[in-house]
């Protein structure tokens, strides 16, 4: 079966100022000619870098620079591309506060759209949503390591933080992911972990690479890295996945000339036997604030600095026509 993950999808400020909420604008419209793609898989996670609501007001609006928050259309932007699963471990989704939080649960919980990494305590925050497919069950944990002070408590709403340095995770984290992704592992096929760590640019540093490899021994079968606003490279460690980064894939944020900031991919991956197999890279950019496939030299750019990027990690990537390829077993 193949499993299709983005990067960042922030519908807030100007998506949601001259696409989502425009009368004139189709849901579908967000996706482009990359709605193909996602449709033709059998499952369809992102991660969602904002919150889904009318209600609230700024976090912090003096010392958080960006805030995003989208209005409730986006919900049928999701349901368009019929995505399954958002993770919400991430320094966007307390951005208009608990109101706000709680009524984007609601719209995503009505829309049947599972969600994971984020909840009204502790208990809800770190539970894995378990999708059920024709391959088996596939279970989603997220974490994240930004803003520590939304992390969830026995009695606070918040996040699922995470905390490592180059020795891997710190405890109590690395206690409590080891129980959560041994629980996870017995009732599902595969783990994936969605991780929102890291600062906004650059290569993956020892400590974040340390904890993906941990993630890995602790059972997990992928990682799903984003954060970083550019695709960082592909590593097989053990004979599993790492997705360092895996960029922005839509947003309104302006464009880095050298980093590039606007291209990205649409990763499918190919599970077979309960293993990841191989992940195909579909590139994509961003344009008018929507997702397309890329053209041209911008696919020849993406492709070229994937291959290079993973290269340095020890893992090579296949060039296969428009397509990149990581085979891993």
């Not at 425009?22 to 579908?28: C, D, G, K, L, T």
């Not at 009204?120 to 997220?142: C, F, R, W, Y």
């Not at 980093?259 to 077979?272: G, H, K, M, P, V």
């Not at 397309?292 to 296949?318: D, I, K, P, Y």
Request: charged share 25%.
């Amino acid at each position: 079966m193949d499993i299709a993950l983005t990067g960042d999808v922030m519908l807030g400020r100007l998506v949601d100022r001259y696409v989502v909420q425009n009368a004139r604008v189709a849901p579908e419209d967000v996706w482009g000619d990359v709605l193909p793609l996602l449709l033709s898989a059998d499952l369809r996670l992102i991660n969602l870098e904002c919150v889904i609501s009318a209600l609230g007001t700024m976090w912090h609006p003096r010392t958080k620079p960006f805030h995003f928050r989208a209005h409730q259309r986006a919900i049928d932007v999701l349901k368009a591309a019929r995505i399954d699963c958002v993770t919400l471990a991430n320094n966007h989704t307390l951005d208009y506060g608990p109101a706000a939080f709680a009524e984007c649960l609601a719209l995503l919980d009505q829309a049947g759209i599972r969600h994971a990494g984020a909840g009204q305590d502790l208990s809800a925050a770190i539970t894995p949503a378990l999708l059920e497919t024709a391959a088996g069950t596939i279970g989603v944990i997220a974490l994240t390591d930004n803003e520590p002070s939304w992390e969830a408590a026995a009695d606070r709403l918040g996040v699922q933080i995470v905390a490592y340095d180059e020795q891997g995770l710190i405890e109590p984290y690395r206690s409590r992911l080891r129980g959560l992704i041994a629980a996870t592992r017995r009732a599902a096929a595969c783990v994936i972990i969605s991780a929102h760590v890291g600062p906004n640019w650059g290569a993956p540093s020892a400590a974040r690479r340390a904890l993906a490899h941990e993630l890995i021994d602790l059972g997990a079968d992928l990682y799903w890295g984003h954060s970083n606003h550019t695709p960082q490279g592909m590593e097989v460690y053990r004979g599993k996945p790492i997705l360092y980064a895996a960029g922005d894939f839509i947003d309104d944020y302006a464009v880095d000339p050298i980093e590039r900031n606007d291209r990205s991919f649409l990763f499918i991956a190919e599970l077979d036997d309960g293993r990841i197999q191989r992940i195909r890279l579909h590139p994509v950019a961003i344009e008018d604030c929507r997702v397309r496939r890329a053209r041209g030299a911008e696919v020849r750019f993406l492709q070229e600095r994937m291959r290079t990027r993973s290269a340095e990690l020890g893992s090579n990537v296949a060039i296969r026509g428009d397509l990149c390829e990581l085979i891993v077993g």
